[in-house]
Nanobody, 125 residues
Framework: QVQLVESGGGLVQAGGSLRLSCAASGRTFSIYNMGWFRQAPGKEREFVTSISWSDGWTFYGDSVKGRFTISRDNGKNTVYLQMNSLKPEDTAVYYC??????????????????WGQGTQVTVSS
């Protein structure tokens, strides 16, 4: 089992920045990828970004490319999401997720078996 705890959400004006953190505990040695997904009211869960735990390869959704950056600190078992140039359409609950089985698509929510409780990000116009 892997436990994930997110922090860092909040309210920010458009154009501002926020940094989310996700601390993993438990069987962290089994993690292949860590990722962030988001879900806005009335919309499906959307892939934001993910990172390979071993070599740091990163993947981004088209809507956040160039504005968001994912990073990791293996020593702290923590992944970060730096969000810059935020837009009102970035408003959503952001979920941290961990993939502990080898898969083929680091953008697919179905391949991530462990999830955090979510943190709200609200961007005002």
């Amino acid at each position: 089992q892997v436990q994930l705890v997110e922090s860092g959400g909040g309210l920010v004006q458009a154009g501002g920045s926020l940094r989310l953190s996700c601390a993993a505990s438990g069987r962290t040695f089994s993690i292949y990828n860590m990722g962030w997904f988001r879900q806005a009211p009335g919309k499906e869960r959307e892939f934001v970004t993910s990172i390979s735990w071993s070599d740091g390869w990163t993947f981004y959704g088209d809507s956040v490319k160039g504005r968001f950056t994912i990073s990791r600190d293996n020593g702290k078992n923590t992944v970060y999401l730096q969000m810059n140039s935020l837009k009102p359409e970035d408003t959503a609950v952001y979920y941290c997720a961990a993939r502990t089985v080898f898969g083929v698509n680091p953008r697919s929510a179905g391949e991530f078996g462990f999830w955090g409780q979510g943190t709200q990000v609200t961007v005002s116009s």
